[in-house]
């Protein structure tokens, strides 16, 4: 390479580095807006029926989910939430099947997947609907099915611990440890019911777990409000436009 | 033979990349003034000046980068994803770019895996 050269390919390199500058950068909140799913433009009225629910008897899923969700919808909606007594859809399934009551009315009749299945005919049953929705004078109904079992999960976990050198310097070192963990698991499936026709407008399944070490003593009740917690921004978006908060950079 | 190929060089690199410098320092000079205005909630304006600017510049991956955040901002995914797109091919190493470009996708895929469903 003459001199020449290395002058002409030394200046384009100063003059792209010149081109390229110092990058500013600046952090910035942004709201990035999650459109509803649903048009619910032709509902003044918001029902939360019930849910077939079941799993763990330590709490009351049906009664739990539907006391959350009106008065996440009261607080979070347009819509004008109704005020009645929470349906127990696996009574009304075994009313219709005319199966006998429960002898330890303590023990939930749904306690799996398989036993869900068999009572889930009734969210698609537009007569039933149709005729509630009667009742309270067309509303959107929210109905579905509430699955909050226990569950347990055995493995190895990697958490850092420091210790301290001769010298004073501490140090990260990452542990390995095997851990018994349990916990709880809710598997909810929401359904939006047109209270005019009895359709299905809309379902949306969600599954989530909590896990903790064991001994550590959590309520069932306070690890279903947990797993709610996760799951209501995706509820809420259905009826309404939700906001998701974060930040990015813009850059010059 | 070679000193005149070496000053024809010189020559065509004198007369582009000042045209090069001029065009960037006007994408910049919006890009500048639309963070300034999304920096005060006027998202709109600032989109429209980072529109500007890739139009300007296309090869500015700052400008698409923030276009794409301000498309973002307004709900309208698709051409902000294309945006960011636009920023990563441009410059796959920059880390701001690759940072907001995952936060957008999981926003995006989700929103998109709710509609299929």
């Known amino acids: 390479m003459t001199a020449r050269t290395a002058a002409v390919a030394g200046s384009l390199f100063l003059l792209v580095s010149a081109g390229a500058g110092c990058v500013s950068f600046y952090e910035i909140p942004v709201e990035t807006p999650i459109h509803a799913k649903l048009?619910?433009?032709?509902?003044?009225?918001?029902?939360?029926?019930?849910?077939?629910?079941?799993?763990?008897?330590?709490?009351?899923?049906?009664?739990?989910?539907?006391?959350?969700?009106?008065?996440?919808?009261?607080?979070?909606?347009?819509?004008?939430?109704?005020?009645?007594?929470?349906?127990?859809?696996?009574?009304?399934?075994?009313?219709?099947?005319?199966?006998?009551?429960?002898?330890?009315?303590?023990?939930?009749?749904?306690?799996?997947?398989?036993?869900?299945?068999?009572?889930?005919?009734?969210?698609?049953?537009?007569?039933?609907?149709?005729?509630?929705?009667?009742?309270?004078?067309?509303?959107?109904?929210?109905?579905?099915?509430?699955?909050?079992?226990?569950?347990?999960?055995?493995?190895?976990?990697?958490?850092?611990?420091?210790?301290?050198?001769?010298?004073?310097?501490?140090?990260?070192?990452?542990?390995?440890?095997?851990?018994?963990?349990?916990?709880?698991?809710?598997?909810?499936?929401?359904?939006?019911?047109?209270?005019?026709?009895?359709?299905?407008?809309?379902?949306?399944?969600?599954?989530?777990?909590?896990?903790?070490?064991?001994?550590?003593?959590?309520?069932?009740?306070?690890?279903?409000?947990?797993?709610?917690?996760?799951?209501?921004?995706?509820?809420?978006?259905?009826?309404?436009?939700?906001?998701?908060?974060?930040?990015?950079?813009?850059?010059? | 033979m070679r000193t005149r190929l070496l000053l024809v060089t010189a020559l065509l690199i004198g007369l582009t990349v000042p045209a090069l410098a001029d065009r960037r320092d006007d994408a910049k000079a919006q890009v500048s003034f639309g963070i300034d205005v999304a920096q005060k909630g006027l998202w709109k304006e600032a989109t429209q000046r980072w529109l500007m600017a890739v139009k300007i510049d296309p090869t500015y991956a700052a400008a698409w980068n923030n276009l794409g955040i301000g498309y973002e901002q307004l709900g309208q995914f698709n051409e902000a994803r294309d945006a960011y797109e636009k920023a990563v091919a441009l410059e796959p190493n920059n880390n701001f770019i690759r940072n907001n470009y995952d936060l957008f996708r999981e926003i995006y895929d989700r929103q998109n895996r709710r509609r299929s469903r």
């Not at chain 1, 433009?41 to 849910?51: I, N, Y």
């Not at chain 1, 099947?97 to 023990?107: F, L, N, Q, T, W």
């Not at chain 1, 999960?153 to 301290?164: D, F, L, P």
């Open chain 1, 39 to 252: 048009d619910v433009t032709p509902f003044q009225r918001v029902l939360v029926a019930g849910f077939l629910a079941g799993g763990s008897k330590n709490i009351d899923p049906n009664a739990e989910t539907a006391r959350l969700l009106r008065s996440q919808l009261r607080s979070k909606s347009d819509l004008k939430v109704i005020d009645a007594d929470v349906l127990s859809l696996v009574e009304e399934v075994d009313k219709q099947r005319g199966a006998a009551p429960v002898a330890d009315s303590d023990e939930p009749r749904i306690k799996t997947d398989k036993d869900l299945a068999e009572y889930e005919k009734i969210l698609n049953d537009k007569e039933f609907w149709k005729k509630l929705g009667e009742e309270y004078q067309s509303p959107l109904i929210v109905t579905g099915s509430i699955l909050f079992t226990e569950v347990s999960k055995s493995g190895n976990v990697s958490r850092m611990a420091t210790t301290t050198d001769p010298t004073g310097r501490q140090e990260y070192k990452e542990v390995r440890s095997f851990v018994n963990m349990k916990g709880y698991a809710l598997s909810p499936k929401f359904v939006f019911i047109d209270g005019r026709t009895g359709e299905q407008l809309y379902a949306e399944s969600f599954h989530e777990e909590a896990l903790y070490q064991e001994g550590q003593n959590t309520p069932a009740l306070s690890s279903y409000f947990e797993l709610m917690d996760k799951l209501l921004p995706g509820f809420l978006n259905t009826l309404s436009t939700q906001k998701i908060r974060g930040t990015r950079i813009l850059i010059k």
